[in-house]
């Protein structure tokens, strides 16, 4: 996709990106790639972050479609109900970030394909809402990629304060953001303000990885 008629030149946005974040630390973005696997709540806020704040190359990866019942808290239009998210993500992104590098994949994390997935990645960003998934993850990262940080997510529910939501350095290379104890197998509902919390306390926490800070 060519960027829009009228859009800035790649030299214009970062010019005024090292004007905001400085130059070096939009050096070391702009030569990172993350990956962010799930792209609901939290991994389509990810996204839209990091490529904000300059990352170079993101690889976006989920099997799912967007559905009505997503738009209350995900980074879609209601015009793309019926689309691979990583298809509709990356339209979406385009025009937010239209000189970084994407990679998409419409399919499934698995353990038989996570280290294809993520070979090219420096920072793995777990952004699932299954259990399951969440764990399948985090143990192939951990045990068969120690090279890469990973970092996580858990309990993002409900409607209590937002201030409970924080990032805990679980290892060296792994991290966790959230309250830790909300799931919406307990009855409770996702929220857009709280999801976008623990969303943004991801991105962040691989900006600080990226630029050395953790």
């Known amino acids: 996709m060519e ?72 980074q879609y239009k209601a015009c793309q109900v019926g689309l691979p998210k990583p298809e509709a993500l990356l339209a979406n992104l385009k025009e937010i970030a239209p000189y970084t590098e994407f990679e998409t994949h419409f399919e499934k994390v698995t353990e038989e394909n996570a280290a294809g997935l993520l070979a090219k990645a420096d920072v793995v960003c777990e952004a699932f809402d299954n259990a399951e998934a969440k764990a399948m993850l985090v143990n192939a990262v951990l045990e068969t990629m120690p090279e890469k940080f990973l ?26 953001c959230g309250d830790g104890k909300s799931d919406v197998n307990d009855g409770i509902g996702l929220i857009a303000p709280r999801v976008m919390l623990c969303a943004a306390h991801q991105a962040l926490t691989v900006i600080r990885l990226v630029l050395g800070l953790e």
């Open 151 to 176: 970092v996580a997510a858990s309990g993002m529910a409900g409607f209590d304060s937002g201030n409970e939501i924080a990032t805990r350095k679980v290892t060296k290379r792994f991290y966790v």
């Open 3 to 74: 960027p829009f008629a009228g859009t800035p030149s790649r030299e214009e946005m970062l010019a005024a990106l090292e004007k905001r974040q400085g130059v070096e630390a939009v050096r070391k973005l702009q030569a990172a790639t993350v990956a962010v696997c799930g792209l609901g709540g939290l991994g389509s806020n990810i996204a839209i972050s990091l490529a904000r704040a300059g990352v170079g190359k993101l690889i976006l990866v989920d099997f799912d479609c967007v559905d009505v019942t997503n738009l209350h808290r995900q």
